[in-house]
C-alpha cells in the first residue's frame, strides 16, 4: 500500500464548502468529522465521485498536520466494498490487537506469566477507553487469551461498541457446555459477536519468575539478567517460555485459526498479553529476532492492522473520540463508520 500523506487531502478538503457532518467530497470521496475546539476532526475515506448531503450548516476547516495520520490510497483498495459488518465480496478485513488493561500483579509490578488475575480499576478504564477508540471499527469475532484480564478487557471495551451487538462466550469445554449455551433465536444470534478464548493467547509461562517483584529479582540477579529474561527473543526464564517458544503457540493458532476467518473477511478482535501480542506483531510487521526485543505494548491501546489481499496493513491506533487529530479509515471502513451514523444518530 502505497500511503499518502493527509496533508495532499486536506488541501483539497478544505475548498469543499461543507453543509453538514458527513458526506461524500467529490475529489477525495466521503469524509465525516465533528467539531472540536480549532476547526473539525476528520476521517477520510477514499471513495470517487458522489456529493455532499447535509444535516447542518458549517464550512469545512480541517487543521491536521501530515504527520497526524496517512491516508489509505485507494489504488489497494478493494472495489466491491460493501457496508455489512462481515464483508465476504472482498478479502479485507479489519484486525484489532488489544493488550489487556492493567492487571493488579501489573500495578504491584509482579511476573504474572499465566498466573490468573483480574484487571485494576485502572485496567477496567483502559479497557472501556480502548472500547471508544474501536467503537466505529467492525467486529465479526473476538478471540481472547483463557486468563480473565484479556476477557475482562474484551468484554468492557465491547461495551462501547457503537454497533451494540453482544459478545458471548464460546463453551466448548464438553458436549455438554456447548449444548448448553446453545442458542435458539436466529435474529439473537446476528446480534451476538462469538468470543473464542484460547490458552495458546495466554501470556508466556514466566516460570519460576511468576509471583516474583520485577524490582526485587532484578536487585537480586541483576538488571541485565532479568532484562535478557524479560525482553531476549530465545532465552527463557528459569523453566518458563522464551518468546520464541511463546510464538510458536501464539503463531500457530493465529495462522491457523485466526488467519482463516480473516481471509473470509470477518473482521477479529484479539485481546491477549505483552509477550503473546508481540509475538504475533512480530509476524505480522515481519519483525526480526533483533527488531522485536524493542517492541513493547502498552496495556490498554488497541492497533489495528487491515488484512488485504493475503497482507497485513499496520494502521497504527484509532484515536479517541476526545483526540483532535485525524485519523484515515479504509474505503469498507469508512462505510461501515457511515451506517453506524446513519443507524444511531
Ligand atoms: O509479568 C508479565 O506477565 C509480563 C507482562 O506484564 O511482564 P513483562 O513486561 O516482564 O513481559
Avoid at 475515506?45 to 495520520?69: D, E, H, N, P, Y
Avoid at 492493567?102 to 480499576?121: A, H, I, Q, R, Y
Wanted: charged share 20%; with cysteine; aromatic share 8%.
Amino acid at each position: 500500500m502505497a500511503a499518502t500523506t493527509l496533508y495532499q487531502s486536506v488541501g483539497t478538503l478544505q475548498s469543499c464548502r461543507n453543509n453538514g457532518n458527513s458526506g461524500l467530497c467529490p475529489d477525495y470521496g466521503h469524509v465525516s468529522f465533528r467539531s472540536v475546539s480549532k476547526g473539525f476532526k476528520v476521517d477520510v475515506g477514499l471513495l470517487r465521485g458522489g456529493s455532499f448531503f447535509s444535516r447542518k450548516r458549517s464550512t469545512c476547516v480541517i487543521q491536521a498536520s501530515a504527520s497526524q495520520a496517512t491516508v489509505f490510497d485507494e489504488a489497494s483498495a478493494p472495489s466491491s466494498a460493501t457496508t455489512s459488518d462481515s464483508n465476504k465480496k472482498t478479502s479485507e478485513a479489519a484486525l484489532i490487537l488489544i493488550r489487556h488493561g492493567e492487571s493488579m500483579w501489573n500495578e504491584k509490578n509482579l511476573f504474572t506469566g499465566c498466573v490468573d488475575v483480574p484487571l485494576t480499576t485502572k485496567g477496567v478504564e483502559e479497557a472501556v477507553e480502548a472500547g471508544k477508540r474501536i467503537s466505529n471499527i467492525p467486529v465479526d469475532m473476538i478471540y481472547t487469551s483463557a486468563l480473565i484480564r484479556a476477557q475482562m478487557t474484551a468484554m468492557l471495551a465491547m461495551t462501547q461498541h457503537r454497533r451494540k451487538k453482544v459478545p458471548t462466550i464460546i463453551h466448548e469445554e464438553s458436549e455438554q457446555a456447548g449444548a448448553w449455551s446453545q442458542i435458539f433465536s436466529e435474529d439473537t444470534n446476528m446480534q451476538c459477536i462469538p468470543v473464542v478464548t484460547a490458552w495458546q493467547l495466554n501470556e508466556r509461562m514466566y516460570g519460576e519468575l511468576q509471583g516474583l517483584n520485577k524490582q526485587e529479582t532484578a536487585d537480586k540477579y541483576g538488571s541485565e539478567q532479568v532484562h535478557e529474561w524479560r525482553r531476549s527473543y530465545d532465552i527463557p526464564p528459569p523453566n518458563g517460555e522464551s518468546l520464541e517458544m511463546c510464538a510458536e503457540r501464539a503463531v500457530a493458532y493465529f495462522t491457523e485459526h485466526i488467519e482463516p476467518q480473516l481471509a473470509s473477511g470477518k473482521n477479529i478482535m484479539i485481546a491477549a498479553h505483552g509477550n503473546s501480542l508481540r509475538s504475533i506483531i512480530m509476524y505480522l510487521d515481519k519483525l526480526t529476532s533483533q527488531e522485536v526485543i524493542s517492541l513493547e505494548l502498552a496495556t490498554g491501546i488497541p492497533m489495528l492492522y487491515i488484512f488485504n489481499e493475503g497482507r497485513f496493513i499496520r494502521r497504527g491506533s484509532p484515536p479517541a473520540p476526545t483526540e483532535a487529530t485525524v485519523y484515515a479509515y479504509t474505503k469498507k471502513l469508512a462505510q461501515y463508520r457511515q451506517k453506524l451514523d446513519d443507524m444511531f444518530e
